[in-house]
């Protein structure tokens, strides 16, 4: 359906257009495959900012030569707790579709195992990694840099990506709880959506190029943004750097920046994966536990709690499809049929 402003498809419908565009530009069946999921599920739980709307970026990366569309990941075994992904140049999906099953099992058999991928371009949302740890009955912390874009506390130039961080419990029975966010004050993506729409950012967001405070969406863009909570977020974010960069084996958000061709679509990275079996732990009620944790906070009141509203959101998109901005939908269409 074509209203002027915007654009229905079905969920397949959105997946296909994904697809071709992709394979058109040289992406082989399984990256392309592994890709476009990632973006539906971001659509399929209303993340407009992590859905089509990164298609253009991953296109460019291809058209660019900077990312291999049909790299093919390998996993390797670096220590009894330690695997390591290579992702051989290649967008992150396909090299978490591999490294998570093994992870999964690693941290069955040990309790706790820890995942390593290096370069990966990495341009999605990371719940879609924790919570499939969650539904496998594990407890999982993800975590990856970006190129410049935050000022750490203390100075005024980008320094760390927006650095998101990731956590999953299981809930046996029920979905697990998620939660995901940047440890920008506000995700990059929001931010170009602001600018697009014209929107002025909110106080706390980012600096303009002279290190000034400002609303302007697009000043933000040019100079950087800043970590949410002052020096606590900007901490976390440095902790990020390390444990996504120096101990994976993997670049700072620094590094990146540096020896990307700025082509609009993501940087070479890493990522940081933990996951651990609660049921190895010694506490054989740990999910009975849990649950007394979540009716404590139903009881004074708490009913929003993070992953809610994505996970209503999965209810409704598959019948009733989504809707998408009609110059985003002209965007993806003419990527995926020129
Ligand atoms: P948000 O601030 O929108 O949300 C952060 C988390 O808080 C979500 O889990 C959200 O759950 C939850 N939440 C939102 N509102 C409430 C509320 N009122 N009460 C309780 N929980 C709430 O996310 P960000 O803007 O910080 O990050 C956006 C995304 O960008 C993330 O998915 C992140 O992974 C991604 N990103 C990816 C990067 C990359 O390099 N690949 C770089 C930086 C960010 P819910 O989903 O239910 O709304």
Redesign the pocket.
């Known amino acids: 359906t074509d209203t002027t402003s915007s654009v229905s498809l079905t969920l397949d419908e959105a997946r296909d257009l994904a697809i071709a565009a992709l394979t058109r530009r040289g992406a082989d069946n399984r990256n392309a495959r592994a890709v476009a999921d990632i973006m539906i599920r971001a659509e399929r ?1 209303r ?1 407009a ?2 859905g089509l709307f990164r298609l253009q970026g991953y296109c460019a990366s291809l058209d660019s030569g900077k990312v291999d569309g049909a790299a093919h990941p390998t996993l390797h075994d670096m220590a009894p707790g330690v695997l390591k992904v290579d992702g051989k140049g290649g967008f992150a999906p396909l090299a978490l579709e591999l490294g998570l099953p093994a992870l999964a099992d690693r941290a069955r058999q040990q309790g706790v195992a820890v995942l390593g991928l290096t370069d990966i371009y ?6 879609p990694e924790v919570e499939t740890l969650g539904e496998l009955g594990l407890c999982g912390l993800a975590m ?1 840099q ?1 190129s410049p874009m935050v000022a750490p506390a203390g100075g005024t130039k980008p320094f760390f ?4 961080l ?1 956590f999953s419990w299981p809930r046996p029975g029920q979905d697990p709880f ?5 440890t ?1 004050a ?5 931010i170009m959506i602001m600018a697009r729409d014209g929107h002025d950012a909110p106080d706390g967001a980012g600096i303009d190029p002279d290190g000034n405070p400002t609303n302007d969406p697009a000043k933000i863009l040019e100079g950087a943004q800043l970590p949410f909570g002052g020096y606590k977020g900007s901490n976390i974010a440095l902790m990020i750097e390390l444990l996504a960069g120096a101990l994976i084996g993997s670049v700072f958000s620094v590094e990146s920046g540096r020896q990307d061709n700025k082509d609009g679509g ?1 940087p070479v ?1 890493g990522e940081f994966i933990l996951a651990m079996d609660p049921s190895r732990f010694g506490d054989a009620g740990w999910a009975a536990h849990t649950e007394v944790l979540f009716k404590e906070l139903e009881a004074i009141g708490v009913s ?7 996970r209503l959101a999965r209810q409704e998109t598959p019948s009733q499809g989504i809707r998408l901005p009609k110059a985003l939908y002209d965007t993806v269409q003419d990527l995926a049929v020129g």
């Open positions: 739980d993340c900012s992590h990495h341009f999605a949302a990371l719940w990856t970006a990506g927006t650095n998101p990731a998620v939660f995901d966010q940047a920008a506000l995700a990059r993506g929001e993501p990275g929003r709690l993070p992953g809610t509203r994505r």
